[in-house]
């Protein structure tokens, strides 16, 4: 079958990597790629959000599956397009995928459906907003959120009051953000260990996947400005057996009946982010996609065919399934351009890539994010330029592992944490 994959980033190299061990699969495409993707796909040049474009592609070369890994593409109808046309898509519809594109839907139907998570006004302008922060109903610190797609920066924690009203106003009445700031959700803040939650649903059925620590600050320490994720532990330390299944039974299932029951049949994978509070888990936001750089920690230690399993959820049959996973952990190192989130250069030349294949021994692989091939050399094209996975027999070893990876990649101002899985080691190893 012929399988296309959207996106570009660390996460669709890890799909890519992942599809092209399937028997099944004897042509593998993707739109765009990356330098790394290139070596396992055929990297084609259209944007993912041009989904006429990508519909056209699907179906002049009868692609049997597409797999979708950005969330902008599922926003904008790219999973209706296709179906409309026949085409076998992974990947909700718009109208599910709205749990992603506006907080405020995610809040209204979290509340709808009783599902637990931060309690919230939604205000559509500065002087709902003014209201909500100055009312004695709402403690500090106050999230600020802008509604719409903000690329990690729509989210503000603010201390005082007087901060709150600032950064309302930037979003409300300044558009620091554009459209996605017309409405804002005023949050709750809550304190504990953050976790994401993978499960796959076809709509009706939910097949739940793992858990995974996603470190979303820049610098090491949990400091500075929030990231993409600049590393991921699989699985998650921080969990227990118990509050697993709660997620599951209090999150997990009435969100995807939830859909199901408004007429939102959610159809991919549902990725939750949570944070487990003294009062149980609670849903921070919604995502419609894998994360990234979760992907490249969950996938490694996933055991057997990822395609059989991605076309029962996009012909809404998913069966009963005991998935298989490594016992070992896995770590995922992102290494990226010096200055992300901020700005920072391009087209720096990276060394020590190899002969550019995703296994570099010991259980590690390197997945490319933002590379590109420029006269045979490789060189950086984004914020987030590699991810580096190492597989381990225990936490120890598979952080040293994924270091020791990062070590042989070189380039010059490349940005890394030092500390990811720190903690969960320091965790575990007093009990
Ligand atoms: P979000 O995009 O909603 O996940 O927010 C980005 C980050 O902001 C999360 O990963 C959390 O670290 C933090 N955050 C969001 N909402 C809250 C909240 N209600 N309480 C505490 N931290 C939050
Ligand atoms: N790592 C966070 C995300 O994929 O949204």
Redesign the pocket.
Known sequence: MRVLVVGGGGREHALCWKLKQSPSVTELYCAPGNAGIAAIADCVAIDPSDIVELADFAENLSIGLTVVGPELPLILGLADEFQRRGLLVFGPNRAAAELEGS?AFAKDFLRRHAIPT?RYHVVKSMEEATSVIKSDEVGMPL?V?ADGLAA?K??V?ATSREEALTQSKKFISDRHLGSAGTRLVL????EGD?VSFFALSDGNKVLPLVAAQDF?RAFDGDEGP?TGGMGCLCPATNLKAETLKTIITDIVNPTISGLAAEGRKYQGILYC?L?LTRDGPKV??FNVRFGDPEAQAVLPRLKGDLLPLLMEVAEGRLGPHRLEWTRDPAVTVVVASGGYPGSYDNGVAIEGLGNGAVEMGDDTFVFHAGTKAVGGKIVTAGGRVLAVTALGQNLKTAIERSYRGVEKIQFEGRQFRTDIGKKALERLAGG
């Open positions: 907080k931060a999230v959120k990690g729509g989210v924690i949050e709750e803040f809550l953050e979303k929030n982010g944070m921070l936001e």
